[in-house]
């Protein structure tokens, strides 16, 4: 079993920057895979960004060029800063961290961009 609590979410203004940090515990060696979904009222999760052990990363269309992913494999951590947040990045925000059998999901963060 992995467990995710994510920190970070909140209200930021259009433009603006924020960073999205999620801790694993438990089974953290079996971990492969880590990173961050998104979704909308009514609508399935969407990939926002994902990372390897290696450091091996991918992303979505709307995410590249303004949001970057990190992880720190010592401290079973991986975070998602997010800049020139738009309006349409309003959504909660998902950690992912998956291992050969299992994806374990946060609880998820509210981000709200707003005025």
């Known amino acids: 079993q992995v467990q995710l609590v994510e920190s970070g979410g909140g209200l930021v203004q259009p433009g603006g920057s924020l960073g999205l940090s999620c801790a694993a515990s438990?089974?953290?060696?079996?971990?492969?895979?880590m990173g961050w979904y998104r979704q909308f009222p009514g609508k399935q999760r969407e990939l926002v960004a994902v990372?390897?052990?290696?450091?091996?990363?991918r992303y979505a269309d709307s995410a590249k060029g303004r949001f970057a992913i990190s992880r720190d494999n010592a401290k079973n951590q991986v975070h998602l800063q997010m800049n020139s947040l738009k309006p349409e990045d309003t959504a909660v925000y998902y950690c992912?961290?998956?291992?050969?059998?299992?994806?374990?999901w946060g609880q998820g963060t509210q981000v709200t961009v707003s005025s």
């Open positions: 992912l961290a998956k291992t050969l059998t299992n994806d374990y």
């Open positions: 990372i390897s052990s290696g450091g091996g990363t």
């Open positions: 438990g089974n953290i060696f079996s971990i492969g895979v």
